[in-house]
């Protein structure tokens, strides 16, 4: 059977780096294939330059046997090709139809064909089992309710391959496996698909055939039945990738402990009656489905949350206020959420942002001024001590990638030697090698005899680190579980809030 | 208490308040319009200048009142072309730029008009739009005059709010539109061009900016004097967020206004001894008071203001 789509001899550069390298691929109908790769393994370049979004330097693209014309998004849709983005591309403001049937109608038609459009687009998510209102506004949707309007929008123009780029990232395992389902019965009717992803368990799940991309090039395919998560591991990383391991320790003393915290913001209550207790020489992991007020809690302890009310000891001691002094002066340490906006000043160079957070400490400045050769062996130090590559003091903060923008900004607090850290999401979007260094240095800290409050939607990434757990929902914690006591399957639940007895009574 | 009624009783006060509201209800519509494509037009009030003069100055040389409408609108549209080369292919910040926009319009404007125009005694007059007379309606005792005794550019401008309406909820270029100021990547990802969306709309929208400034000097008054758009342009932006970036309700918006702006100008005379600037203060007072009681709950354009480049997220 010849394939539905073939990717041939895909070659693009971006300057000095080799994002595709001779790329061959084929899908055939009814197939489902994941392509697995690290971050900046070339899955997304290869996957833009499928849909047109960008021109290979060399190689073709032909679907159903006709040669795609190179960057024209138009000219793959019209072929049937359908791409679910990441982040997806609606408008919230406007409703499920609108945001289907843009773009689908000639602009000089006088009148839209509503009707039309909504008995189609009902047709089309009853067949495919991907059940939505079309009058509802897409803002008040759940992300797992947005992800069937991106595919209702592929399929509502006729397409006939399925690219999805990591469509689990923001789903609990519960939606995941609804999505997986789905997506199997549109392979049955003759759908093929296309997904991107690095988790290697739904990849061996869920995929007939595996492509494993590193470098920019394609290193393995396989069957997925059978295939060894091992073997798949370390053709992704390409050397064998070692995980610290959690040893067990004996908590000491409460470090942070809250008591019926709430926040508000614009009349919204952001938390809600949150308890926590994390003791020293232990991990907390706080789990959940992303917008469930992790980014509110986070913020509690970087100080740029609204005041909250309720009990707050830090320290042993009660504070009134979790200010900026207060956590100052309680030494810590707090890894935001999102490493560019909130972690480094891109434009600064590598040795300010060093020392951004300590700009009034002696070491740093005298009479208002910067100590810059201070700065400079401060940061020199920081490169050596925490492997942060491809790098120099003076380096552009933004030059650098992800995992060692990551490990400044691990590296710039640990170094002080916090008895209290807050990290949340700390290992988001950096590959398996940083990951791995990431977590060493977290556990390393905790066997030092600090608390750690790691707030994460990785499960994978609780199981390794927690000791024990909490799950967020709608702004409310749960009771902690010990991480032995929690199943995969359990915390899912009640990270979609359906495990009635776990979240705290109100 | 008695003044009171006798204003809003008298068929001229209505007359007055439709009249008035006449050149809001364009440059409101034509502001909604940019805005509702992602971008917001702080030239508004130059464009209106131009709008009034070249509309003017068309008829004072000798064409007919109608082809001076036209030179007004393809102005406002050749400046909005401007506009948008400068924050659509450019990107640059559209406060700053719109605001160059009005104080370079208003300059110009001026300069060409005393080009024409020689500093003399009074302003020169053209013949104006006349009101329409319509069959029965007209003839109505107090409605008549009350509401069916209008030039030809308001009911142009009903008109305009309905074709808005249905350009904006009815058709595919209008959920094109609005796609462009919620999210212009969704609109670039179906290879529909974001560039030509807003482009578009910001030269349909300025053109009937300055169709609003023109019916000012060919309808309401027959001559140009400077400065006398007199901050309608800023009106015309409050108005949108105050009809939450909705035709009909800038109609409302704009009449409203215009009952205000009629009512003080008859209380004036009745109320001696406070200065006047008091009472033209009035309108502006409670479109500030209705903005705040309206719009704080409005769905505002996710991207208004945003320039799109492609290929960034």
């Known amino acids: 059977m010849s394939p539905v789509l073939e990717l041939t001899g895909i070659t693009k550069r971006f300057g000095t780096l080799l994002a595709n390298d001779g790329i061959d691929l084929t899908l055939g109908r009814g197939e489902v294939l994941a392509l697995l790769g690290e971050n900046g393994a070339g899955k997304t370049t290869l996957m833009s330059i499928l849909f047109g979004h960008y021109v290979a330097d060399a190689g073709t693209v032909r679907a159903f046997g006709q040669v795609l014309p190179p960057g024209d998004p138009k000219a793959a849709i019209a072929a049937g090709i359908g791409m679910v983005h990441q982040h997806f591309t609606l408008a919230s403001n406007l409703s499920v139809l609108d945001n289907v049937t843009i773009g689908t109608e000639p602009l000089s038609a006088w009148r839209s064909r509503r009707g039309a459009a909504r008995r189609r687009l009902v047709e089309l998510a009853e067949r495919f089992g991907l059940p939505v209102d079309p009058d509802r506004r897409v803002g008040e949707l759940s992300v797992g309710e947005r992800q069937r309007v991106e595919i209702l929008k592929s399929l509502y123009r006729d397409a006939r391959i399925l690219i999805l780029d990591e469509p689990t990232a923001v789903l609990t395992p519960q939606e995941s496996e609804r999505l997986f389902s789905t997506l199997r019965g549109m392979a049955r009717q003759g759908l093929s698909l296309i997904f991107i992803s690095h988790k290697l368990h739904e990849v061996v799940a869920h995929a007939d055939r595996v492509a494993v991309l590193r470098g920019g090039r394609l290193v393995a395919e396989r069957p997925a039945a059978g295939a060894s998560r091992a073997e798949l591991a370390e053709l992704m990383v390409g050397r064998r990738v070692v995980h610290a391991s959690r040893v067990p320790l004996e908590p000491g003393g409460s470090l942070l402990r809250l008591d019926g915290v709430r926040v508000e913001a614009g009349g919204r209550r952001l938390l809600d009656d949150i308890a926590l207790d994390l003791r020293e020489r232990e991990v907390l992991g706080i789990v959940g489905v992303a917008g469930n007020g992790q980014d509110a809690l986070s913020r509690l302890f970087a100080g740029t949350a609204p005041q909250p009310t309720g009990r707050i000891e830090l320290l042993g001691r009660p504070v009134a206020r979790l200010d900026h002094d207060a956590l100052a002066e309680a030494g810590l340490a707090h890894i935001p959420e999102d490493r560019h906006h909130e972690g480094v000043v891109g434009d600064l160079r590598l040795y300010e942002n060093a020392v951004l957070e300590r700009i009034r400490d002696r070491r740093f400045s005298r009479l208002g001024l910067l100590r810059r050769q201070a700065a400079l062996d401060h940061a020199a130090g920081l490169i050596r001590m925490f492997d942060i590559r491809g790098a120099e003091p003076t380096t552009r903060t933004r030059l650098l990638s992800g995992g060692n923008m990551q490990k400044l900004i691990l590296g710039r607090n640990l170094v002080e030697q916090p008895r209290l850290i807050v990290a949340s999401q700390p290992t988001r979007g950096l590959d398996e090698g940083a990951v791995a260094e990431i977590h060493r240095r977290l556990l390393e800290a905790r066997g030092n005899g600090a608390g750690v409050l790691l707030i994460s939607e990785d499960l994978d990434e609780i199981f390794r680190l927690a000791d024990r757990v909490q799950v967020i929902f709608k702004g409310r914690l749960s009771a902690p579980l010990p991480i032995e006591a929690a199943s995969e399957a359990r915390l899912g639940l009640m990270m979609a809030g359906e495990d009635g007895d776990a979240p705290r009574a109100a | ?313």
Not at chain 2, 50 to 68: D, I, K
Not at chain 2, 146 to 170: E, G, I, K, M, P
Not at chain 2, 263 to 288: A, D, E, K, T, W
Request: glycine share 10%; with cysteine.
């Open chain 2, 1 to 313: 208490m008695t003044e009171f009624w006798d204003i809003v009783l008298a068929a001229s006060f209505w007359a007055a308040a439709l009249r008035l509201a006449t050149p809001l209800i364009f440059g409101t519509l034509g502001a909604l319009i940019g805005e509702r494509s992602g971008v917001l037009n702080l030239g508004i009030e130059g464009i209106m200048t131009a709008g009034a003069m070249t509309g003017w100055l068309s008829v004072h040389l000798g064409a007919p009142l109608w082809l001076g409408i036209a030179v007004a609108a393809v102005a406002g549209g050749t400046i909005g072309l401007l506009h948008a080369a400068l924050t659509v292919r450019l990107g640059l910040s559209q406060h700053v730029t719109g605001l160059g926009i009005t104080l370079f319009s208003v300059s110009l404007s001026s300069y060409l008009y005393r080009l024409y125009v020689p500093a003399s005694g009074s302003p020169p007059k053209i013949t104006p739009f006349a009101p329409v007379h319509l069959p029965v309606l007209s003839d109505l005792p107090w409605l008549g005059p009350a509401f069916f005794q209008h030039t030809a550019l308001t009911w142009l401008a009903l008109l305009t709010v309905l074709l808005v309406a249905w350009l904006l909820w009815r058709t595919p270029l209008g959920l094109a539109i609005r796609m462009a100021g919620e999210s212009p990547e969704a609109c670039e990802a179906q290879g529909v061009s974001v560039f030509s969306l807003r482009t578009g709309a910001v030269v349909a929208g300025s053109a009937l900016m300055a169709i609003g400034g023109a019916f000012l000097t060919t309808a309401a008054f027959d001559s140009f004097y400077f400065s006398m758009i007199q901050g309608r342009g800023w009106v015309c932006i409050a108005l949108v967020v105050f009809a939450s970036w909705q035709p009909g309700k800038a109609l409302l918006g704009a009449l409203l206004y215009g009952m205000f702006d009629a009512f003080q100008l008859r209380l004036q005379p009745l109320v001696p001894g406070v200065p006047y600037q008091l009472f033209l203060m009035m309108p502006y007072l409670l479109s500030i008071a209705a903005l705040v009681l309206v719009s704080r709950r409005a769905r505002v354009p996710q991207a208004l203001m945003q320039p799109y480049r492609p290929g960034e997220r």
